[in-house]
């Protein structure tokens, strides 16, 4: 029987290889989304208030033009992950891309969308320092901790 499987993406090589890890694992009669969730920072971008520092406000288009540029990295890392895919096997009408600007927080969104009825999520591991996983913790073990009625694979 085909699952649904939720790749969590980023423009990131650990997101790549969770994608690659997929495609030799699994059977290709899987559907599989390609998920990923982009920080909202276009609010800056538009954000136009007498009380913005001078500083802000004289690298806002620099700012923008880079959120600009991380939306067209993370599009092109969907795209090869897609490609990846569809070459192991994988029938392109059963391989989706979705993009979505953040909600909640980046780990908690992808749990929302991993409730709509997924079988998977899959997701590569961050390589935070100790210390800073220690007290910020990664998106994959917020993931891992707060997944529910769905199984969690991290990728190394």
């Avoid at 969770?18 to 609010?43: G, K, Q």
């Avoid at 520092?53 to 600009?68: G, H, I, N």
């Avoid at 391989?95 to 997924?118: C, S, W």
């Avoid at 210390?131 to 994959?140: A, D, H, N, P, R």
């Amino acid at each position: 029987m085909a699952q649904k499987i939720l790749i969590a993406m980023d423009d990131s090589e650990n997101a790549q290889r969770a994608a690659e890890f997929v495609a030799r694992s699994f059977s290709p009669d899987n559907r599989v989304t390609l998920f990923n969730v982009i920080p909202d920072t276009a609010t800056l971008c538009n954000m136009n208030s007498p009380e913005l520092t001078p500083l802000f406000k004289e690298q806002q288009a620099s700012f923008c033009a880079l959120e600009s540029k991380k939306r067209e990295l993370v599009n092109a890392a969907l795209k090869r992950a897609k490609e990846l895919l569809v070459k192991s096997g994988f029938s392109a009408d059963h391989v989706k891309m979705k993009i979505e600007d953040k909600k909640h927080g980046v780990a908690r969104d992808i749990l929302v969308e991993a409730g709509k009825d997924y079988d998977l999520v899959v997701i590569g591991r961050r390589g935070l320092s100790g210390i800073k996983e220690f007290f910020l913790g990664s998106t994959s073990q917020k993931i891992l901790n707060g997944a529910r009625d769905v199984s969690v694979l991290i990728v190394n």
